[in-house]
């Protein structure tokens, strides 16, 4: 099938996104709550598009609308361009701290004349981080409470049984929200506190004990491998290595 | 103050009131809605079994608890307040009640004081707006109350005041 994005032709496979279908022919629409990992959400409407069916058009969210027919897409249009200028700006009334959203609000000209309500505020409700977590079957973090007060956060803002401290929330978060503080041995993410095993050889500290435990029960009795940091195991084989082409 | 065995009852209350439903994680608003209309507000522990019984993270039961103005996860009070933020009231004034009690017993909409004596919340149009603004104490109901009126009904129901400051 094939449909008309900015007047080029895209081929799409049914049930595709607008989003997905332009990205793949390289036409950009700009994302906020998009990931390639976990599809389109529909939060943010940043990746508004106007869509052409017959006569009949319409501004739909390109992550989450699938192709079914014939259409024609518009990526930009002073329309579109208007609802962005002013999610941008609201976003950024909400949380100005972040280099992302601040290189977002020059990019848009400065839209507004705001004072944001909180200087300090950084979370968009993207909700990026929430989804991470539910990639890797956590689920220990949520959107909490509603309207201006909504937040990501676990239950009741404490440390979660469920949490297993990958860190995966924070590395997806676009404005470096999430707060991953290291200590000797140890690392803190949402009020949580890893412990980190040390190296065999040298006794860095070099992996959660959590996620050795989560690598050990899907291995099972198979993970008999030494408790090595990554130096010390570059060391090892290197030897290995060394000493197997000596002894030839 | 709950002594062990009122706590024991509680959370059989709670298992009862759950495991009426399907194990299903569409049943988890109407769970919600009958522990909050058992205990006025939801329990901890009630949530959670909750989660377990739907199998459901508890994140995604703690999220859906506080995005529903129904419902409180805090104790209410023994006597709740109720201030009506409908139109009317809203315009006569209901904004400095709240603020009226907010200096008298430190507590703002949702909350408890310390003491679990008074609680706060705001509701929509009551339907009574011909004598807004209006402040229900528990069942009772106060008509065109000013802030001198919300000192007394507090009174009235046993509350210890802060006088304000002397130098307001
Ligand atoms: S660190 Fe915890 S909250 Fe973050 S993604 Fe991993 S399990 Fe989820
Ligand atoms: S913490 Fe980061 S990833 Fe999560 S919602 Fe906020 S901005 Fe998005
Ligand atoms: S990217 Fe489509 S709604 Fe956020
Ligand atoms: S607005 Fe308060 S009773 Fe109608």
Redesign the interface.
Known sequence: MKIKIDGIEVDVISGETILEAARRAGIHIPTLCYHEAFGGQGICRMCIVEVKEGNRTRLVASCTYPVNGEIEVKTSTPEIERIRRNIVMLLYRRAPNSEFMKKLYEEYGRPGDITPSDPEESCIMCRLCVRACEKVGANAISAVLRGTEKRVSTPYDEPSPDCIGCCACAQVCPTGTIRVSTMPGKYEIWNKAFEMDRCESCSRPFVPQVILEHVRSKLGPDFTEEHLCPDCRKKKTGKIIADSHLSK | MAGDAQQAAALQEMERIIVRYPAERRYILAIMQDLQKKFNYLP?EG?QMTARHVNA???????MA????AFSLVPKGRVNFKVCDGTACHIKGSQVLINEIYQCLGIKPGETTPDGEFSLETVNCLGACAIAPVLVANQKVYAKVTPAAVREIIKEHGGQINEPAVNE
């Open positions: 901890k949530l993270p508890m994140s995604t039961v703690y999220s506080t995005f529903y103005k």
